[in-house]
């Protein structure tokens, strides 16, 4: 049997101990970033931060919190904990800070309006979810993990070589083929359980699409009519023309004129004789027809003034 070595390239290797196999975790402090000019907010305490390697794909944070018990209490488990998220965390949470400061500045520079009072309305009905049973994370081989325990001497006996492995706690969330048997079914929850989800889900596209439409009523100039039959009426511009359509009240008096009308005269309204198609084609008929009339007509004519005119010497 090989000998497990018990510190390699700065790691102390934690050996653990399932019911069929056997597993190897790589634990060392946590080292900050060498750059001190920058401390992001979500930055990890020093002297009380465990880093671990290798970690099981499919362990979970009571898992890790429960194989390191005896070391002592473990406040937080991060999995895959990143400073270049932090970084970006730190700037997005700085730029969130200017902007807020920038609104207080023109809050206070500007003066305050009036609020509007706000109209109760119907509450939207709420979807029902379809149900969910929890499963655990499966993360990628040789995944790592941060352990933030409360005091310094809780990670000074993480550190330690154990002596033989550790048994790896067991958990009631599915594993192995189970997990996968429970991811099954999740994707095929009961019938009575869609046609809840489907019902719930088909009330609220009613309502939100009833909302809409009253929206784009008022938006369009129609008349608003409640449930009662009463038209909504409210102060529109100088004279009524309220955006809901309706019943419109005038912020205005009329003013009282000599002239009747606008003063321009209005042309008679003059039928088109050739609207339609066939109008057209009969109407380019009789004017083909009448050329030819015409044209014969002049022949005679001319026939005529020849007979006339000749010379006739007997």
């Known amino acids: 049997m090989s000998v497990v070595p018990k510190c390699l390239s700065g ?30 907010k979500n930055a990890l ?3 009380r931060t465990l880093f671990l390697v290798n970690v ?19 406040e937080r488990v991060l999995f895959d904990f990143n400073s270049a998220d932090a970084l970006a965390e730190h700037a997005s949470d700085s730029d969130e800070e200017m902007a807020e400061a920038a609104e207080d500045s023109d809050t206070e520079a500007r003066p305050r309006k009036k609020r509007k009072l706000q109209t109760s309305e119907p509450t939207p009905p709420q979807v029902i979810p379809l149900p ?26 993480a550190l330690l070589s154990p002596t033989s492995p550790k048994p790896w706690p067991s958990s009631e969330e599915p594993r192995g083929l189970s997990h996968y048997m429970a991811k099954y079914d999740k994707e095929r929850p009961p019938l009575d359980a869609i046609k809840a989800h489907a019902d719930s889900f088909m009330e609220r596209f009613e309502f939100d699409l009833s ?16 449930e009662d039959g009463f038209t909504l009426v409210t102060r529109g511009g100088a004279y009524g023309q309220t955006l809901g359509g309706g019943v419109g009240v005038a912020s205005k008096k009329f003013m009282l ?54 010379f006739k010497p007997y």
């Open 56 to 74: 099981p794909p499919d362990a979970t944070e009571r898992e890790l919190i429960l194989l390191f018990k005896d070391c002592g209490t473990v």
């Open 257 to 310: 004129t000599g002239k009747t009308g606008s003063g321009r005269k209005k042309g008679k309204n003059k039928e088109k004789g050739a609207f339609y198609a066939f109008q057209k084609a009969e109407k380019q008929r009789k004017a083909i027809l009448d050329l030819k009339k015409n044209f014969e007509a002049d022949k005679q004519r001319v026939e005529q003034l020849k007979e006339s005119r000749r």
């Open 132 to 157: 969910s049973p929890s499963l655990r994370i499966l993360r990628k081989t040789g995944s790592c993990a941060h352990l933030i325990f409360s005091d310094a001497s809780s990670l000074a006996k």
């Open 211 to 226: 909302k809409n439409k009253q929206e784009a009523k008022y938006r369009k100039g129609e008349a608003i009519v409640d």
């Open 11 to 40: 790691f102390t290797v934690i050996p653990i101990a399932y019911t069929s196999s056997s597993h190897f975790i790589y634990a060392r402090a946590h080292a900050p970033p060498k750059s001190k000019s920058f401390k992001p």
């Open 45 to 47: 305490p020093e002297g």
